[in-house]
């Protein structure tokens, strides 16, 4: 928590900082970070409380996840039911096109551990998306970029 003193400048919002000013007893401003407003970004918080949790295949619970079990049950806590397939799931929502992504969508990839339709992450913003990756990581962040995931990449949706 940041505390300022009561002779700066108030909080403004803008150039990316979004913030609520919260007077103390003592005359103090305290500043905290507004809590998510869209539901991208509720999403995106939520997941990313879930960084360096285990991967367990066929799972959907906090004691691990498999990469469709990871994003049922992070969109779950937001109210949005996903089937729990990646091909069930890529057909929720609105296709969304690569240069379009916002944070919460949901990125699909192809012939990753099976050839097809075979792997789900949910997209964080700066081109860098959230998944359960694999035994050996577990759920990580990690770029679009990246020559793997770029290779595989088949699309996104906006549950």
């Known amino acids: 928590m940041v505390i300022l003193e009561e002779a700066e400048a108030p909080l403004a919002s803008g150039a990316g900082v979004t913030s609520v000013a919260t007077p103390t007893s003592r005359g103090e401003v305290i500043a905290e970070p507004a809590p998510p407003s869209t539901l991208g970004e509720r999403v ?41 397939d990646v091909p069930g799931q890529w057909g929720v929502g609105a296709v969304v096109g690569r240069d379009s992504l916002e944070p919460g969508d949901l990125v699909f990839f192809t012939n990753t551990f099976e050839a097809g339709l075979s792997h789900v992450g949910i997209y964080l ?24 995931w770029a290779a595989r990449y088949y699309g996104a949706r906006r549950p």
């Open 125 to 148: 913003g700066g081109g860098q998306f959230i998944s359960a990756a694999s035994e050996e990581r577990g759920v990580v962040v990690d770029d679009l970029s990246q020559p793997f």
């Open 44 to 84: 995106v918080a939520i997941a990313l409380g879930y960084l360096g949790y285990p991967y367990v295949w066929g799972s959907a619970s906090a004691g691990g996840f498999d990469c469709s079990g990871f994003t049922q049950y992070v969109y779950g806590q937001v109210g949005v039911v996903l089937p729990r």
